[in-house]
């Protein structure tokens, strides 16, 4: 008898933007042409010396090292220290380069060994690849925000996400201390995806788990995941990193390794690039702090509410009516967003809004969101 597959579709739930085809041509239709706020992808340059570094590194023949160079882990390390105020991280035992974290989240999961009798908690409002990390593990998926509704069963990974995908939402000290008091209590590990940490806009700073104020230098069971694709724009190059406990650090690293999971060469040595040097992040920010302006005045001017919207790369709105009419409504005026019910059940009156477009991207749609003010 031939073994049968499970299909695809009976493992992972749909791909979420295969669901914006019709807006997405609706939008493209616009006298003006559409502007795209439905994802957040980096559309600014890549600075120079990031691009240099990764030239200058093309012509090496070898492979590269799975746990990257020294120079690489020890830029991670000053880079965290300097930029999130975390410290007593070890370079040698604590810090693993991953390709791209949208990868690396989609996996860990299963390389940490869960399976069918594990319990994966998601935020209630999540990025889609939570989800998808457990189903590839074939374990089971809860949406909660809180520790006290997991009751009596133990989960055997908590996904933490601050500053929040999709709702910009910034977790303070005292809540990520529970879940630090959790991981050592119940043995649960954390995965605290802080790929927006340093993207704060008002209100309480973001701060990262590893932030001795949270766990007092001690990592165990937690993991922090850390990108460079939005602060320093480097999405195509697929440059992250996990930071945190040892012991997670160096099995994840172990597996990586017999399953030939490396950054290549010269991706490292544009890592270090970037880490090295401050001033280029400093300048994007402050790009994205402008394009927020002016398209949060915009957005209220039309009569949306913003909810949180503190942190990250989105502007989290509603109209008070269901998300995919707001979809509709604003791919009318040649505007793409992104429906909050990608993001969990809780989404549905919400969209979300990317400040990831350029300059006159953004001041177009601030015009067209002008005319729905008038109902022009």
Same mark, same amino acid.
């Given at each position: +008898?031939?073994?049968? $597959? ?27 042409? +559409? ?37 690489? $882990?020890?830029?991670?390390? *000053?880079?965290? #220290? ?35 009798? &594990? ?10 690849? @939570? ?64 790929? @927006? ?7 309480? =700073?973001?701060? /990262?788990?590893?932030? =001795? ?20 724009? +480097?999405?195509?190059? $697929? ?6 406990? *040892? ?19 010269? %991706?490292?040595?544009? +890592?270090?690039?970037?880490? #090295? ?13 402008? !394009? ?13 509410? %913003?909810? &949180? /919207? ?28 992104? =429906? ?11 969209? !979300? ?24």
């Amino acid at each position: +008898m031939t073994a049968q $597959r499970i299909p695809v579709g009976n493992r992972l739930p749909d791909f979420p933007w295969d669901s914006l085809a019709e807006a997405t041509k609706k939008a493209k239709s616009y006298p003006d042409g +559409m502007v795209d706020l439905s994802v957040g992808t980096p559309i600014d340059p890549v600075a120079p010396t990031i691009q240099l570094a990764l030239a200058e590194s093309a012509a090496a023949p070898g492979y590269p090292q799975t746990k990257g160079t020294p120079r690489l $882990r020890d830029a991670i390390v *000053g880079a965290m #220290e300097r930029r999130f105020g975390v410290t007593g991280v070890n370079a040698e035992r604590d810090v693993l380069p991953v390709i791209g974290t949208k990868e690396a989240i989609a996996w860990l999961p299963t390389l940490l060994g869960l399976g069918e009798n &594990h319990t994966v908690v998601i935020p209630e409002l999540a990025y889609p690849t @939570y989800e998808v990390s457990a189903k590839l593990a074939g374990a089971a998926v809860v949406r909660s925000d809180s520790i006290l509704k997991l009751g009596p069963d133990t989960p055997a990974l908590i996904y933490l996400n601050s500053p929040a995908n999709p709702h910009g939402q910034v977790l303070g000290v005292e809540h990520l201390k529970k879940y630090v008091q959790l991981a050592r209590e119940r043995g649960v590990i954390i995965i605290s995806d802080e790929c @927006y940490l340093g993207l704060g806009w008002e209100g309480q =700073p973001p701060v /990262s788990i590893l932030d =001795p104020e949270v766990c007092d230098g001690d990592f165990t069971n937690i993991i922090a995941v850390h990108s460079l694709s939005k602060t320093s724009n +480097m999405a195509s190059y $697929r440059a992250g990193w996990l930071a945190g406990d *040892g012991a997670l650090i160096q099995e994840l690293l172990e597996i990586r390794r017999h399953a030939g999971l490396m950054n290549p060469g010269p %991706i490292q040595s544009a +890592m270090v690039a970037a880490l #090295e040097e401050d001033g280029h992040e400093r300048l994007q920010k402050e790009l994205y702090r402008r !394009r927020r302006e002016v398209l949060r005045s915009a957005l209220e001017q039309a009569g949306f509410t %913003i909810e &949180h /919207s503190e942190a990250g790369l989105y502007l989290w709105a509603t109209e008070g009516r269901d998300g995919r009419e707001t979809v509709e409504r604003l791919a009318e005026r040649g505007i793409l967003c992104a =429906p909050g019910d990608f993001y969990g059940p809780r989404g549905k009156n919400f969209v !979300r809004i990317g400040l990831t477009a350029t300059d006159e991207a953004i001041e177009a749609a601030a015009k067209r969101l002008a005319q729905w003010e008038t109902g022009a």
